[in-house]
């Protein structure tokens, strides 16, 4: 599958525990963002990443989120101490490495990591 | 402070119809719009896009529609297929302003009746 690959799905955490969700970005694509869905909400944006690079963190909760890109593997986007309220789908996407080839904005997404926090 | 708002959380159809799906914005630097379709338990894939520059961008059964002045756009799909149903948002970027980002409106269910 050449897709974007989340794990995993489902997570469930209690509060106060530490969410790890994975993302590879389709082969081909260096460009990796996330997004979060709140029920009966859209999708917000939350950082785009490039590797090894933050590029832009504005959508992100100043605590207890973090994101990462490294040279070899996955992109990581990493809760720590989580609330009720972070409950939500997250979704990861990538593009292609020139923003100039393609469609402006389609981004691939994966299927999502529904984190439920107990 | 919602700049993309789909105004209709659903909308139902008779499968041969046309389904009409609308979007407002308030960001005047948005200059590059999408619509993607959801599927439960998938994520969202692309389905068209328009430039701010064009006022209609058709793609087989799938057309959109700008119209700058007002900030609105529009999907019209036809003839509706009951495949069809499916949560659409419609997202906006600031292309030209160097954002990457997507803002999308919360959706709007679209239920194709056989």
């Known amino acids: 599958n050449a897709g974007v690959m989340q794990n995993p799905r489902h997570l469930v955490r209690r509060r106060g525990q530490e969410a790890r969700l994975r993302c590879s970005p389709m082969k081909g694509h260096s460009h990796v963002y996330w997004y979060r869905q709140l029920p009966e909400e859209g999708l917000k944006f939350m950082v785009y990443?490039?590797?090894?690079?933050?590029?832009?963190e504005s959508g992100m909760p100043k605590e207890r989120f973090s994101a990462e890109f490294p040279k070899e593997g996955p992109s990581i986007l990493r809760i720590q101490q989580v609330v009720r309220g972070d409950s939500a789908a997250y979704f990861c996407?990538?593009?292609?490495?020139?923003?100039?080839?393609?469609?402006?904005?389609?981004?691939?997404f994966g299927e999502g990591s529904r984190l439920t926090v107990l | 402070d919602q700049q993309v708002k789909q105004n209709s959380p659903s909308l139902s159809v008779q499968e041969g119809r046309i389904s009409i799906l609308n979007c407002d914005y308030t960001n005047s630097m948005f200059d590059y719009f999408l619509w993607y379709k959801k599927y439960p338990a998938e994520g969202p894939t692309f389905l068209i896009s328009i430039s701010s520059i064009k006022d209609k961008n058709e793609d087989g059964r799938f057309t959109v529609f700008l119209n700058k002045s007002a900030k609105h756009l529009s999907l019209h799909i036809v003839p509706s297929q009951p495949g069809d149903s499916a949560v659409y948002f419609c997202a906006a970027s600031a292309w030209g302003a160097g954002s990457y980002q997507l803002t999308f409106g919360k959706g709007t269910k679209l239920s194709v009746i056989p």
């Open positions: 990443l490039q590797k090894e690079n933050i590029i832009d």
């Open positions: 996407a990538s593009s292609p490495p020139s923003l100039l080839t393609g469609v402006p904005g389609e981004l691939f």
